[in-house]
């Protein structure tokens, strides 16, 4: 069995490539929670859903996030209201939003609705939130902290990054089905996807639960960089870390992941690294990471399996 | 300036025809809230909703409710999840729904997010609601007492009408703008909508403040039959009036509004009723009362005006 902990975009397709080499029962995928928030009434998970929607195979492969086919008539009559419509909610997507704001009004949980959701779209795989306690991302910018989806949608990552702070981490636990997989018997291997280090995992490392459990682990650990040739495969990291003052690459992500993880799997772009990365006391993989088709996400599914399983 | 009160699409239609033939600040329109309900989270307003939407020409002329042209992806999409897809929402519609929503969490109060949608929607004519506090109506049925749209619309009516209890008239109050209409020195007669007389007048009669402002009025009250040759214009009202042991006529909606209003007008169709309505006491006006069009709208309404400038 394999946990695979997932952020967005990146984290969704290792995911969608673990799947096609795993059986249902053979994976785990623990999603970031601290992306979701409250809008206009509605409790939205971005990344619970980019993970749900690609696993379903029902994702819009040119933005990553959302839904294939999309239509967009809510927010434009929202506009024309003079209405908050900064953050796009797709007509159907609304529909998921909309019945997991029902379900966590009737009381269930976040697992549950989650489980619920996936049931619906036909995900067969476990596709679990981090923890079923509100844990917000607070991104610390030289315009004062913002919440994050201002930071990353409403202002587009503009702000200086400065610094996070997880909302509610201290008093999360994992979610009962992040819990039952770290203590599987039959666990194989834990493996950080391709996610934001900072956006993605951090907020999952926040909750103590989490992160004692990761250093309590007897199974190998292995993190893919999301960093290709010195740039981000999608999103902020690259220009977060320069502004951390530091340069982004493959080995800046070794460093960051440096005494968490027990191996790094790095692009073919970046193979002059290893040395310095394996300096670091961590093992090395290196191949093809850009996951452009369901192809490329199986086989770099397939490497990181391999990987661990020579440990 | 004329008061109409209004239901849903019966009262819209003739509210949209008095727009048609007095200025913006000569026509106040009330209507009905006693069939509002939170659905999904949502703050729903059906009949704000059907008038709003009929008076700025963006309404579905076909069904009566709901824009034109309208899509139901959210919904396909929600019931593909299981969700609470029994009430029709469109995915414009929606904006609606959830900008008014925010703006009542935000503390605005049902009279200015009503006002803000209005402005939006490009209706220039006041429309408000009938009290900004909560008034719902419940229907007692042979299965029992239901929420209204659990009556109305999940139920489609199927159940053997009773009678009706409006939880929290009592405690409320006329809104400010149906109370300036109300005590208005140019008031010059207030009408009462061909809509449902137990399902849209019924819940404002229930409002205190109303009841007590109609019957110290100085201006003439005249009503529109919602009845037609025995029948509903639309809607369940003539089922309704059989299942409380009255035949559907015109004559019964003038017996049910004599000691309220000073006259009613019905249809051609109804002319030979006419003694027999005079003979409650009522002033009587026979014309052509289907609004099958936009001119059939202007055309009730000047008779209706023409008949309140006779007495």
Redesign the interface.
């Known amino acids: 069995m394999i946990l695979a902990l997932a952020g967005g975009v990146g984290g969704a397709r290792l995911a969608a490539g673990l799947a096609q080499v795993l059986p249902p029962q053979g994976l785990t995928v623990a999603v970031n929670t601290g992306d979701d928030f409250e809008h ?3 409790h939205i998970c971005p990344d619970l859903d980019t993970v749900m929607y690609t696993l379903a195979g029902r994702h819009d492969p040119a933005q990553g996030w959302g839904l294939a086919g999309e ?1 967009w ?6 506009q ?5 419509a900064w953050f796009r909610l797709g ?6 939003h ?2 997991r ?2 379900r966590l ?1 009737e009381g269930a949980s976040l697992s549950q609705a989650t489980a ?2 996936c049931q ?2 036909g995900v067969q795989h476990a596709v679990v939130p981090m923890s079923d306690q509100p844990v917000r991302t607070r991104v610390q910018t030289d315009e004062g902290e913002l919440a994050f989806q201002d930071y990353f949608v409403r202002r587009r990552c503009a702000p200086r990054f400065v610094g996070l702070r997880f909302e509610g981490a201290e008093q999360a636990q994992p979610s009962p089905g992040l819990l039952q997989a770290l203590q599987a018997p039959g666990l194989q291997a834990i493996v950080v996807c391709p996610s934001n280090p900072l956006l993605s995992i951090q907020p999952m490392l926040a909750v103590p639960g989490i992160a004692q459990a990761l250093r309590q682990r007897r199974v190998p650990l292995v993190a893919v960089s999301p960093i290709v040739g010195g740039a981000a495969v999608k999103g902020p990291l690259a220009k977060m870390m320069m502004e951390a003052g530091q340069a982004p690459s493959a080995l800046a992500v070794a460093q960051h992941y440096a005494g968490l993880v027990d191996g790094l799997v790095i692009d073919e772009a970046d193979a002059a690294l290893r040395p310095a990365i394996q300096h670091l006391g961590l093992q090395v993989c290196v191949t093809q990471t850009l996951m452009v088709d369901a192809d490329r996400q199986r086989a770099l599914a397939q490497a990181v399996l391999d990987m661990v399983a020579r440990r």
């Not at 008539?73 to 929202?78: E, F, I, K």
């Not at 024309?80 to 908050?84: K, V």
């Not at 007509?91 to 998921?96: C, H, I, N, S, W």
């Open positions: 206009l009434g509605l239509t008539h809510m927010l434009q009559a929202l024309a209201l003079g209405g908050e007509d159907r997507d609304l529909a998921t909309l019945q704001s029902q009004r619920e959701l619906a779209f």
